[in-house]
């Protein structure tokens, strides 16, 4: 584990190895941050993807901290099977929350997960498994669809984000939001597609989703007073 400053950026900055099999990840922890939150980029990405790197810059502008981290090990992604084995990446996703929970300085902070595409399936089938541990969840145009019958038994507070031109992901999107229990909304980003590439289509992504952590993971972190542990019902 390497600590490292960055311009422009404040706080800690450490390139994280997970165990137990070595994953790379990138964790920034902002001044005065009480919330982690775990990025799950879908298939073909890495800890290195633009938007989710520039959510993660806005969410710890926030004072949200942030862990982007490889899925996959190098040997794993020439295996295409495995981009799309949403047990797998959820199982990667435990690993990682396991090893936040051992670091005696990210033990403390409450964890949210943020998810795109065929990482937003892992995250929530992570966030199915371990219950009470993960304080809320965004999905960036994800395929909710491939968590299967994990989907009802998530709990934490999730937030479907979805471009207006992501024709069929939205009624994907639709179908698996019916099933999920409350507190839980609908996002929709006019014009977006599926990547979000289109000028400010980012940034309200990245509007959406620093709202909703703000809600329900921030007061759920230690230290956060009467607010720990309030969750309000949001559906639209």
């Not at 400053?5 to 941050?33: F, M, N, Y």
């Not at 994990?150 to 934490?156: E, G, H, R, S």
């Amino acid at each position: 584990m390497v600590a490292r400053a960055r311009p422009g950026q404040s706080g800690e900055v450490r390139d994280v190895s997970i165990p137990p099999r070595g994953l790379a990840g990138i964790l920034h922890i902002p001044e005065g941050s009480r919330a982690v939150v775990v990025f799950a980029h879908g298939s073909g990405s890495s800890r290195f993807s633009p938007r989710n790197t520039a959510v993660a810059a806005a969410l710890n502008h926030h004072a949200l901290a942030t862990l982007l981290l490889d899925l996959l090990t190098f040997d794993e992604e020439a295996n295409r099977a495995n981009v799309f084995n949403i047990e797998l990446l959820a199982d990667r996703l435990l690993d990682a929350v396991r090893w936040l929970d051992q670091d005696r300085t990210m033990a403390r902070f409450a964890v949210g997960l943020f998810g795109s595409s065929t990482g937003a399936a892992a995250a929530l089938m992570a966030a199915a498994r371990l219950r009470n541990r993960i304080g809320a969840i965004v999905s960036r145009g994800g395929r909710p669809d491939l968590a299967g019958d994990a989907i009802d038994q998530v709990n934490a507070p999730t937030l479907f984000v979805i471009g207006g031109n992501d024709f069929g992901v939205i009624e994907l999107n639709q179908v698996a939001f019916a099933r999920l229990r409350e507190p839980k909304a609908i996002e929709i980003v006019p014009g977006a597609s599926h990547l979000f590439s289109e000028p400010g289509a980012i940034e309200q992504v990245t509007d959406h989703a620093a709202r909703w952590f703000a809600r329900y993971l921030t007061p759920m972190a230690p230290g956060a007073g009467s607010k720990a542990g309030q969750r309000h019902a949001v559906q639209r």
